[in-house]
């Protein structure tokens, strides 16, 4: 770990939820190994389909008269929920405990981790950086067109393969099984799909069956408990309490 000093704020951290169960499996191994690998108290919760939710969460913080904490949305881009709803959130936690001082971080991605991330889950489903091998960078999509451009450049910036080239499983377009097809019927010789998401569900099943389908030679898992997430978690932590410290010195 290169995150030498860590203090005893509390970490809440906020995902999206799901009617499916692996989805939190998912959350609590990756947030097991943030508290493994960084001593942090992490506390998760849901905006919706699972339990705490953030409001629950800052009620039991402020039970146990815990005056600060850090707040993380575990969302791989920033869109209509970081935007909104974790701030409305916090906005109805300020006024229901104005002793608990609040300080919310930036989103999981865009960070030169997913990178890395991405391709060792495809290393796991049998894909390494191949010239011949074109890669569909598959996310779930937004209404926000900030949102997707992320994953569009994140798609710009990934070199090793003959291809990269950004998808949506919702609300924009290429699909990711459109993708697919275009890049093999452009010639790539073999198509991969990268998973862009946190946890499995619905989206990356649906990616994952259309894909194959579509004639891609793997998909791969979603990226889970990967050890480079919980460094992003860590730093994004580590970001905010030391702009917390600088503003108190200034």
Not at 15 to 42: C, K, M, Q
Not at 51 to 70: C, K
Not at 208 to 231: D, F, I, K, N, T
């Amino acid at each position: 770990m290169r995150h030498q000093h860590l203090t005893g704020v509390p970490l809440v951290a906020v995902a999206h939820g799901s009617r499916d169960p692996r989805a939190a499996a998912t959350v609590e191994d990756l947030l097991d190994l943030v508290r493994r690998r960084s001593g942090l108290r992490v506390v998760t919760s849901y905006l919706d389909h699972a339990a705490p939710t953030p409001a629950q969460a800052f009620g039991a913080l402020t039970g146990e008269e815990i005056t600060s904490a850090v707040v993380l949305p575990l969302l791989l881009t920033a869109a209509y929920h970081s935007k909104t709803d974790i701030p409305g959130a916090l906005a109805d936690a300020r006024r229901a405990h104005p002793r608990l001082r609040l300080r919310y971080g930036a989103t999981l991605g865009p960070h030169p981790l997913m990178t890395a991330a991405l391709e060792r889950r495809l290393a796991e489903a049998g894909v390494t950086p191949d010239p011949d091998t074109a890669v569909v960078l598959a996310a779930a999509g937004s209404s926000d067109p900030a949102a997707n451009a992320t994953i569009s450049a994140m798609a710009r910036r990934w070199r090793g393969w003959r291809r990269v080239v950004p998808a949506y499983a919702s609300a924009a377009r290429p699909t990711p099984a459109e993708a697919v097809r275009a890049l093999r019927a452009a010639g790539a010789p073999r198509v991969a799909v990268a998973s862009y998401f946190l946890a499995p569900g619905y989206f990356a099943d649906k990616v994952r069956e259309e894909s194959l389908a579509a004639g891609a030679v793997a998909v791969s898992p979603a990226l889970g408990a990967a050890p480079e997430l919980a460094e992003i978690i860590t730093e994004r932590y580590t970001e905010i309490i030391t702009l917390g410290d600088q503003a108190q010195v200034g």
